[in-house]
């Protein structure tokens, strides 16, 4: 079929709407119409080239939301019909790291997704019969995308498209690094470090899991105020006096829980250093710069601080993606703040210009 899409046709230029050719869902894939689909940093990252894994021509998006069009042979949970969120990162339920509690990394499709094949090592996105890669296994700035049945989350026909989208990225990444990397317990006192969309649903997150206290930090009080509509107890602006700001409010101990949402290394160190001696959790869920690394004084860690790293939240994508969009249906988070401004594909360049100005959290395209 012919289908509209963005192509990054080359790093550093504007993505270029056009038609393509999409072919049938082969054995295990699903073809999906997206209905919307969110403008993240990692699309934009790619685009500009400085991402050392891209590559070009492709058609980028991640955060998409849609309806089953149709299904390839011997996919069994999904049907035509069903609404699904996206998933960059899949949930085969069957490879090693899947039946493990500990991690959401899949390895089932990585080395092919990565490349950005298809499993069967091929497209099904092609222009005048040459094979164009599907990025980040989803392609989701177009009308139509073809996608592997594992990488897929069946979510419930109640939630707004426009709304469900966010869940496969930005906000669950948030609030899943606050409710399953790091478990946050009741009564707890957090630091959320950074108030864009991961920042945010951290912030949700922390307070959905009954944490007492969320300190959130941010250099903007637009964002600030946000934070503080998603549960935030207190708002500080970022700084090298936010260590010392945090010990103070905690009696010289430091937070139950960081989390750091800002791709900073200066400020994942932060994060570490304003986490609670003996028990503290920092978690991080920044992609930092290229090369760059975390500096991190040893004697943090013997005196009982951890690190973790948080990959899309560590949400175990079909199982998970659904239940925190049942909490949202459940009114229990407020997904229309997020929501700034609605585009259409044509559009898509102007979402990464309102990103790069942090014109609101999230530029949604619309397919309607
Ligand atoms: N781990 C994952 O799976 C995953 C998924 C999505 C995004 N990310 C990454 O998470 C990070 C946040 O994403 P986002 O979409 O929320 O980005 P964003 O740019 O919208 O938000 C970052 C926020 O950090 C704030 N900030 C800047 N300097 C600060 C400082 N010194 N102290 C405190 N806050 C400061 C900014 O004002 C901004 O509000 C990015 O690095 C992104 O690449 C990771
Ligand atoms: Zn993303
Ligand atoms: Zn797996």
Known sequence: MRIRAAVLEEFAQPLVVQELDLAEPRAGEVLVRLEACGVCHTDMYTASGVDPSGYAPTVLGHEGAGVVEAIGDGVSSLAVG??????????????VHCRSPKTNLCLAIRDQQNQGHLPD??????????PIRHFMGTSTFAEYTVMP??????????????????FACGLSTGLGAAMFTAGVEAGSTCVVFGAGMVGLGAVAGCRLQGAERIVCVDLSDERLQMARHQGAT???HG?????????????????????????????????????????GLATMCGVAGKGETLDVIPRYLITGRRVAGSSFGGVKGR??????VQRYLDGDIDVDAFLSHQISLDEVNRGFELMEAQDGIRSVISFG
Not at 319 to 324: A, G, N, T
């Open 149 to 166: 049945e594992i990488a897929l989350a069946k979510v419930s026909p109640e939630a707004p498209l426009d709304r469900a989208c966010l």
């Open 121 to 130: 090592g091929t497209t099904r996105l092609s222009r005048d019969g040459e």
């Open 239 to 279: 700084g090298p006096q936010v260590v010392d700001a945090i010990l103070e409010m905690t009696g010289g101990f430091g937070a139950d829980y960081t989390i750091e949402a800002t791709g900073l290394v200066s400020v994942m160190r932060q994060a570490v250093e304003s986490a609670r001696m003996g028990w």
């Open 319 to 324: 199982d998970q993606v659904p239940l925190l």
């Open 82 to 95: 069903d609404h699904v969120v996206t998933l960059f990162s899949p949930q085969c339920r069957e490879c």
């Open 234 to 236: 207190d708002v500080m």
